[in-house]
């Protein structure tokens, strides 16, 4: 029964990230990521990452994806305009060096795994007692290793977020005329 | 329950539709967005693994720092795209090409 | 006049000799008037004359006079070089300083308004220097040098007026001929001194002299320890006559003469009529020993054949002075034709004779000239006024002039009482002595001489007739009446002494039998042709006897006008008035023969010589525009290669750098997987 619903979150994930790429018009393509999103948050809680899939939830869709909508929906017109010239055909010319690279990528990628024979790696066969039951509460581990053994990630996130908030802020002013 | 190699698969495919769309998009934010569907990919490959340390729990608090990280990189992004914008009158970055030889 | 020395003989002879050269040199090399040089010319001539008297009286019948001094010594071997004075050569020196200094007195009225009569002074003083050389010197190089140096001034006169085509061509024609026979002249020299190692004429062909000791036996021309083909003194003897041919215009080199009359009236008379045509009998005279019987044979036929020639020819001729001309290739003619019989002593008189009426002729004939140029530039008419047909009846204009012209004639047909007479029966009655002992075929010889004579009594006839009797003719041609004038009194002058010459007092007491003239008495004679008493008579009498009477058929014919029968249709009368189509023929044979052959050896040459010189050229230019191309295109192109190379490569590598950020992605991307590929795949080799 759970596999069956993994299957179809991974198949709108996948659908949906091919829509994305598909479609022209950025609006639409933004809305789909949306639903990308969200359905890799269920992908999370597939893999007993419930914390990780909440936080996604929140943060990504909640707070990256409407940043990217409030971007554009508040910017010029000629931003939204489809710079991508109406071609009937999918796969362009200029498309396929991009098809290639990607699909060469996939391959090599899929066939490491193969190589790599992930499921039966001798760490996991061996982990015992730290694999994750669905019955266990990541939560509290997640809080007790981010102030003790991941602290200075910890900090260094929160600098460099507001890092991040002083250089956007700046990008994006407004000139001032003197 | 469901294999690694599933999680993995689903991450290789979905990280290779990034590079797709970062390679051949005319659009900067669809750029923007192959990017964030690479590190999505990124982040679910974290997950995946991190089911099986469960006392260090690194796997996952690997993911939250990559999902904050993607949000300020969105966010200067975005602001860098405004600047470009009135500079060059577009977001085509195929027409961004003043650093030619 | 007392005895002198040989040493003052000698000198005097030489300073005769170099008299006129000093006017030469002087009138030359003294800038001055345009018209100087008459008086001092003749002056130094009439030095040479009263020299030439004294050295005539004390060699003429005293023993010879031979002084030399060393000119070179090349090893043991010495060359001398001197005077040899006999007979023959004060006779001759008498004779050419004689009528070399009435020509000179001639001279100044003839040539009198000539813009640049100094050249001819000096030009005649040139000449009178050579031939009084040529007649003293012993040795035969140096009679070689005065040989040329006569055709040489003879050029220089000829030509005189050279702003003429026709007196240009003629010069030239007359030296080369004349260069033609010194040829031969210089073989038989080679000849001579290859079996004898001298030239001394005294030594060679004097009394006891090396061609006396000479042998030809078996074939062999012996001397001493030389032994030479005998072919080779025929050779030598033909040689020498082929060189006297050329000077005294026999056949085949006497095309020049006729042309020669290009020249100034006084100068044909001087040069050639008395001296310098002489020069060529004077030669052999000189080296009578040389000549075999068979070379004496070819001369005496070649001197009847030219004398016969020459006197066909003068019968249709209308120019005074060709007419004159062809009669002195005749009587040299008749000269060589004594040579050739044996008579030497008859040629050498009939040399003398034929020089004082020759001159005369000549100088007579200028005057008519002179008097009807005169009428022709007064008047300003233009015909020729050298032909006869324009004149006539002049014997009451010009009587002095005719008297003596008419006495010229006489003595050239024979006539007795003149001294022509004298010689000219000589060579005829010796050549019939001598026929008398060869074979049939020489019979030919004195009868054609014979017919001669009386062929030369015509046109002489028709000549004095033609021009000094009947009416002026120019009068009837421009229907005018001309007077002309008699001629100057210096040219009187020489016409008259000249005339006195031509009688027979001069030579001979006896005015019928020529031995006993003194000239021959002097000159050698050779006593082996035996006299036949019935020639000595008969001889003269056939030949005067038919000459009056064909005087008196020209008389009949020419004295009044338009009563001649006209042969000018007939084949023969065409075939003389042509000159026997020598001229013509010398010309399309000889002269465009050489002209091809000139035009042939330069085109070759430039065609094929330079052809070959520049076909070099070119193909160096060949190689060098190959190498040019090799270093332009392999060389530079090597290195340019590398350069364009190089920048092929910058450029291609450059399209890299498109300024797209997608393009720099995607590389990146196809590095990385580039290096994984590789990385694991050589694991998997």
Redesign the interface.
Known sequence: M??II?YVF?AI??SS??L??ATRN?VR??FL?FI??FS?AG??I????D??AI??IV??VG??LV??IF??LL??K??LN???PLKSKIIGL??L???F??????G???W??TLAN??Q?D??AS?G????KPS?N?TH??GI??MT??LL?FEV?SV??LM??I???H??RKEREI | MIPLSHFLFISATLFCIGIYAVLSKKNAIMVLIGIEFMLNAAILNFVAFGKYDKFNASGQVFALFAIVLAAAAVAVSLAIILNVYQYYKTIDPTRINKLKD | METLTQDTISLLAIVAALMPLLSFAGILLVPGDRNRGSFFSILNISTSLVLSIIVFINVWNKPQLHQQIEWFTIGDWHFRVGILLNNLSALMLLLISFIATLVHIYSTKYMEGDPYIFRYWAYLGLFCFSMLGLVITDNLLLLYMFWELVGFSSYLLIGFWFTRDTAVQANKKAFIMNRLGDLGFLTGIMILFTQFQTLDINLLFGSGGFFEHARVQDGLWTFSSNNMNAVWLTVAGLAFFFGATAKSAQFPLHTWLPDAMEGPTSVSSLIHAATMVAAGVFLIARIYPVFNADVLLVIASIGAFTAFMAASIALTQNDIKRILAFSTISQLGFMMLAMGVGAVAPSIFHLVTHAFFKCLLFLAAGAVIHEMHHVKEEKGLDFDHQDIRFMGGLRKHMPITFATMLLASLALVGIPLTSGYLSKDAILIQSFEWSATQSAWAKIIPYSALFTSWLTAFYVARLVFKVFFGELRLNALFNQSFSLHEAPSAMKFVLIILALFCLFPVFSLNPLHYEHAWITEGLPYISGIARVNIFHTLIPATVNIAAVFLMYLAYKWYADNQKAPDFSGSPLFKFSQNLWYMDKLYKSVFVNGIVGLSKASFSFDKGVIDGIVNLFGSIGVVLASIACWFDRKVIDGLVNATATFSRTLGSFVRHFQTGRLQHYLLFMMLIVLSFFVFKYFSHAI
């Open positions: 759970e596999s993994f991974a994930v996948l990230a091919l994305v790429v950025l393509s933004i990521f990308t999103l890799m992908l999370f597939f893999a007993l990452a914390f990780v936080t996604q943060i990504y707070g990256v940043l990217m971007a554009f910017s010029n000629q931003i489809d710079p991508e200029h498309h060096p991009g098809i690279v990607s699909l060469l990528f996939f090599i990628i899929i490491s795994l992930t499921d790696l760490w996991i982990s007692e730290n694999t994750l266990d990541t581990y997640i290793t981010l053994k991941y990630p996130v460099f977020l991040a908030l250089g956007a802020a990008l994006a």
